[in-house]
């Protein structure tokens, strides 16, 4: 199913290894002004090869916008856009040997013989290209109704990032870690991230962590029951990105040790409209924006695509084998993780910003 | 929005104090045998009013199978189940004072002054009546299809039961703990539970937990990429059912801590088939089930009603108030919330059981 | 797939001589005063039993409104009307042979041994009375954004009412129409018409027609390219409903016979807003609405249940049989199609008028 | 809305005159062979400028397949097909006079300013190229099964092609059908057609028609009430074909004047199967299939680009005009349009066939 959202609606396609990788992003009203810069730079943060603790393999990553947009400006019907694969190395996957942690048995169970195992495919973290592509947009859109969008790494394996404070997060605040390279509050806490990483890739093995993300300025009201939670749609979009495990808003896990005299956000008015003095619930109340920030947590497991040994089965010989993998391969997904999460989020909250009532 | 689901379609409605609730599920086979008696031994599990650590509330909910269901058997069409509210006390509630923690004031925002506010209306925990019916049915469709679900009460407060093995748990075991009043696996751990959730009532409060749910039988293949995922479909129904602030598959939380080495479930062929050696995928590789089991957990916050005073504004004058909650209610819903995620597990699961390939 | 529409989602359940039949609607604002009043006139004049020209089943048709209604207005959540199925005679209904014309043949293939053959079961036309109950309701919620529906019998057999004007077709004409028991525009032809059902009956025998529906006041710009056209949408709803094989906008069927400059509807400006001369887009250009009245056409086959001995197959023995159906039914079902599809109409222009842009 | 399906999901995208147009089609199980150059054939059927009776506008519509697609079999996965403008010339497009009968006026109310207002923007029949493209590929899916689709023109103008056998069509007559490049099934019709065409492009003007589109070898039980019905789910794809203004199932309108006991079609056993004498329901019964030629027909309205001056307004200064159309165009849709229909047809069979039961 490559298709996520109501009101927005984006259809994703693409292998790793294929002739490219695209999204169409359909629900966009005419005559929104986009800055394809800024588009750009969204691309190439997540992009691959630009340092010793990412991928060597090096993408440009460009966006060929092929319908929708013209003169800078939206037309309304749908903005398809296409990004060629360029830099592919084939021959280091091997058909047979199924990659612990990786979906290569799961697209043999599912696809069989004919499926594109070059890379993962289909599975590969390389298509949420295309969804940083949609949440580039997203975001400003977004921007032009006064939400704000920004995420960090709160944790990469010990080592743990200032969260966002939940109740006064800012607009400036989000702009600003989520501009940067390697996006953390702390910025000595993210070099500490940045040694694990390294001593990660050194011991041929990789780490795993957390990213937190928030958003301003939705407005109370969206979402809807029951099956049209806030918490339903953003997890149900959080849980495409490849190597989420766990989705957590507000307090999240912490929620299960507190009294419910500590977990309730007490209302207060403040300049005439109404706030909460806490926000364990995250902006979300009964699956609907409260206006207050919403702010949740993804976390990412390690990346399975490690240069060790590992025992595997032989899926043409149903016999147990050995793999080891080649390739180039990212020792942490979290720091481009946090760049897919907050676009893919923003791609979730402006679906939710278009609900009607 | 009060639809789920691709293959089958549950459409829910109703209000706690209005004249009844239910849900119509779309998509069953004709001829597949249900036993109604199960069903409601389902249906009582979830009932209030049962004992002390619940609410004094006592519903029959007695569900009318209105259609697509003739002499014990599905007849293909849609079904309609319908619970008759009778037992209603609205007096306790008042409309102009938001209650902290619950849906009163998202639900001022989104509807306005026709909302209907008694007990929360559509927003409460009462509406998963119908899904727990949804779910009854559905668990009798997957044991004919060999696959089993249940769940059971990982931690409410500082209290843990013993988890789920997640490579060897069996239908047996999901069998012995689903028929349990107070589903733990652990009965001693169960009587602590018990009494913290008693000791949170007397102390005119309340805690939360943490629900268990495992799968066993479920094919590999089923779930879709890019944004059908076992994950997105199971989160997006276990986020709505209310009180539910996390979701988390196999290790979970726990992956932020671990290495790729560690984290890695390593494939091996046994009996011909192939298993993994450990299970922190929870049983799903890139969105995909693996035919390990399916395992996840889902923290359910503590009840938002509790009998202090709290602070809160009064949205008719739109100024600071106090608010002492009235009315039944329970002081810790996570027992009564693992027989609902169970249910509405089931529910996802028969859904995806059905993807075509 | 018992679901209709993207803004305003039908859920429609029930049986022909099941325990009841039903619909549940959700995507209405909350806020809107429906007119209960109206609602049972309006099941009145789909309901069977009224006249020599009608089945002889007599049924109240009373709706309970289960829930999203309180103090006569919508609360924004999900409605569900029931009504329960009072004079059932089934002992009529053979199950092992299949009614030319019917759905019996394709119920058997499509569901089995334990289809609900009673009366046609989901099949039944009966189901359209909850169709009528949300059209009611959508009727309601259009009138107060100044949108008017109406149909009448355009033909019965080989006579013709007249047409509605597609240019100058008033609020008035509809309402005047629309409120008749057996609504067309000129009653001479109407009397013609009741000749031919009443000729056909006593020939046991049946008779067809077309029903003509238009809308006025429907702002431009609603509908969607590609796949969301107005014709796609309303077409689908449609042809749901039992009996309809043809459905024709504007001049439909006739812009076979035309040229170009023919066909074309020639814009200009009229007390400053834009109105074609002519309108033989009924309403709709490129699937979107221009402003001017929509206007199509239905075609009703003849009801297939006749008092005549027909060749047939007993699908349990699998051999060649005959069948004289017996049961009360309608020799024509025009009339009461009128009054189906103008609500079912009501309905798809509803979730219409509800597209964002 | 750009798409449409439930079990095959297209997304399409483009603009006449922008960078390009396409689709992406989800749902194909791995493993199915496609022959490009099939594929490429269709496109060629429906392309432009083949001839004195179709616009002089030349395009290769050459489909680049980018994903989902390896080694000449399908891998299961989203495939897209992308297809570059190459001859766009957009100067004869004026951006302020509405052209009649087209979908200017709509789309400047729907999307305003920033509308692609050149050729028609994405309203062009220019995307109905991938469109075909998406059913060409159904075709050979539906090849796979057994299914074989083919249209031809029934009537341009006053002159009526013989029409298909309902009872007796054959996947052979199809096929003969409809790989002519003019494809009718009397030639010296045919003929005459042209003559009609090339007097309405002499003329300035243009002329409509009909297709007829007919089905072998779809197993019965295909479909599902009550709003997924084979005519509901049939004719919202037709109706996304520009230019189609009435759609019509077996004898369609004709059932008007039919009397009961001429309109059943009553059963048989031959060969151990169910039977129908006649085909009046067009294989459908109850919105299911029953096993019988499924037999349909569209009825398209004359081009509206004509070369002469008709009165419309300017949009910008909202005053009445006169506008004479420009360009190259089509006199007449219909034999182009036959291909297009067989080829959506193709898609929404596909997507009924894989109906799960």
Not at 109 to 130: M, Q
Not at 170 to 198: C, H, T, W, Y
Not at 291 to 297: A, C, K, N, S, Y
Not at 328 to 348: F, L, Q, S
Request: proline residues 4%; glycine residues 12%; aromatic residues 6%.
């Amino acid at each position: 199913m490559n298709i996520f959202g109501r009101n927005i609606r984006l259809s994703i396609f693409g292998e790793s290894h294929g002739l490219g990788i695209g999204v169409v992003i359909d629900g966009l009203p005419g005559g929104i002004k986009l800055d394809t810069g800024r588009i750009e730079d969204e691309m190439e943060r997540r992009s691959p090869g630009r340092s010793g603790i990412s991928t060597s393999r090096r993408e440009a990553d460009k966006v060929e916008i092929m319908s929708g947009f013209v003169n800078g400006m939206t037309t309304g019907t749908p903005i398809a856009g296409v990004i060629r694969n360029t830099n592919t190395i084939s021959k280091h996957y091997e058909k047979d040997l199924m990659r612990p942690g990786h979906a290569d048995y799961t697209a043999y169970v599912k696809y069989g013989e004919n499926r594109d195992y070059r890379g993962g495919g289909h599975f590969s973290a390389r298509i949420t290209a295309p969804l940083v592509f949609a949440g580039a947009v997203a975001k400003q859109v977004l921007e032009d109704e006064g939400v704000s969008v920004g995420a960090h790494i709160l944790r990469i394996a010990d080592v743990w990032d200032e969260p966002f404070d939940p109740v006064n997060v800012s607009a400036a605040d989000l702009a600003a870690v989520s501009k940067k390279d390697f996006p953390v509050n702390d910025d000595e806490k993210g070099e500490q991230m940045r040694e694990r990483i390294l001593a990660a890739k050194n011991g041929r093995n990789s780490v795993g962590g957390i990213v937190e993300c928030a958003a301003v300025g939705m407005p109370a009201g969206k979402g809807e029951p029951f099956f049209g939670s806030v918490e339903s749609r953003l997890s149900a979009m959080l849980y495409s990105v490849p190597a989420v495990k766990a989705v957590m808003f507000g307090a999240g896990a912490d929620f299960a040790a507190m009294t419910g005299k500590e977990a309730n956000d007490e209302f207060y008015i403040k300049d005439g409209a109404v706030k909460t003095y806490t926000n364990n619930n995250g902006g979300i109340n009964g699956g609907i924006t409260n206006g207050m920030p919403i702010v949740f947590r993804a976390v990412l497991k390690p990346t399975p695509s490690i240069a060790q040994k590992q025992r595997t089965v032989n899926i043409e010989k149903m016999e147990n084998a050995e793999i080891e993998i080649r390739g180039r391969h990212d020792p942490c997904v979290v720091h481009r993780g946090a760049v897919v999460i907050e676009n893919a989020a923003a791609a979730a909250l402006l679906d939710l910003l278009y609900d009607r009532f």
